[in-house]
């Protein structure tokens, strides 16, 4: 196995969000999370006066694939990466800043958020996460014995995929 | 790699429709969300062209439901099939869980399909992985043209060796679409299983 893996939970889960919760009452940004290279969610916080986010899988997907396209075009230009990537629409706007090689965090903010704020406070966050995700980062194998992932799993695993799927 | 999510208590999976320009990749993808009850699906996301040629990537998540106190989700993705667009297909390709091989039966199709899939090979290998070690399945796509070639011939040039399961189908009426989904899905959770065994 290749690919690097996060498994962000317990201690790490929780202080994680707690970046992502402080990053959104330092900024007034109204949405942070935390997302993998692959495009999947690994933690993220709503600001109680926003309304309800869009759906979060298609934008960690989306924002994934951006950034690993940006990455491919700094490579192109020889840079070994750009850093930031800011999206400014007429309401909103999305900072994406990487973490390191694991992981992006995004901030989703609107016109209450000045972007310079967002920026500054970002990187920070950045930072910590980047601390916090190396740490998670385990040796693949390892926390999924942990978890009984065991043939019953797969069995179980199995049915569902024919009630989704259909019969054989 | 599968993602863990201990937090959420998620499992996550990364399913790959490959093959060349025009085999059916993204139809295959759009039948599969026309059939995937609401409540089990996310949105489609389709990054296309003007006249519906995939730019970057199709995206559908599909929940598979609770297993063992995991929910368990598979996101499943189409590359851009045309020759033209090779860096963004790499791109997708990253973390990839199992691949879904879409070939075209048309007859002037058939080195197409040969090179899509050293192209799929090529791209792993920069991932350093390999077909050994990556879940993949074939589906014969485009059963129903009047010329389709015979699929010994088309399987002769992609998997010489008869490795793959192969699926013959007709995508856009749906035919021959959800088996191969289900063997490679069921594929990588054996391969999730086992490499825990192992480990």
Do not use: C
Not at chain 2, 13 to 31: A, E, H, Q, R
């Amino acid at each position: 196995m290749i690919e690097p893996s996060i498994a962000l939970f317990g201690e790490s889960f929780e202080e994680a969000s707690r970046v992502l919760e402080e990053l959104l009452e330092e900024t007034g940004a109204q949405y942070s999370l935390l997302v993998d290279r692959k495009g999947f969610v690994l933690a993220h916080r709503e600001a109680l006066w926003a309304p309800r986010p869009p759906a979060l899988d298609s934008l960690a997907t989306l924002v994934a694939g951006n950034a690993a396209a940006t990455k491919a075009l700094a490579e192109l230009l020889g840079e070994k990466r750009f850093s930031e990537i800011v999206h400014q629409g007429e309401q909103q706007g999305i900072y994406v800043e990487e973490v390191n090689d694991l992981a992006l965090l995004v901030i989703i903010f609107d016109q209450n958020a000045p972007v310079g704020r967002v920026k500054l406070y970002g990187k920070r966050a950045a930072g910590r996460l980047d601390h916090i995700t190396q740490r998670a980062k385990v040796e693949s194998g390892t926390a999924r014995n942990q978890l009984g992932l065991d043939t019953e799993y797969r069995e179980s695993a199995s049915a569902l995929l024919d009630d989704l799927f259909g019969e054989p | 790699m599968s993602t863990i999510n201990f937090a959420t208590r998620e499992i996550n999976f990364k399913i790959v429709y490959y093959g060349p320009g025009l085999s059916g990749k993204t139809t295959n993808l759009k039948y599969v969300y026309s059939k995937i009850p609401e409540d089990r699906k996310g949105e489609m996301v389709s990054l296309a062209t003007e006249d519906e040629r995939t730019l970057f990537f199709d995206f559908l998540p599909v929940d598979l439901g609770e297993v063992k106190g995991f929910k368990t989700r598979f996101h499943l993705y189409t590359v851009p099939g045309q020759v033209f667009y090779n860096a963004s297909r790499k791109l997708i390709l990253r973390g990839v869980d199992g691949i879904v091989f879409v070939a075209d039966s048309a007859p002037n199709r058939l080195r197409a399909n040969a090179e899509s899939m050293r192209n799929l090979r090529e791209n792993l290998a920069e991932y350093e992985l390999s077909l050994e070690e990556i879940p993949l399945v074939l589906q014969i796509n485009k059963r129903d043209l009047p010329n389709a070639l015979p699929t010994e011939m088309i399987r002769a040039v992609i998997d010489p060796e008869e490795k793959y399961p192969l699926y013959e189908a007709v995508a856009i009426q749906g035919v021959g679409v959800f088996e191969p989904l289900r063997e490679v899905s069921r594929l990588v959770l054996g391969r999730l299983v086992s490499s825990s065994k192992t480990s």
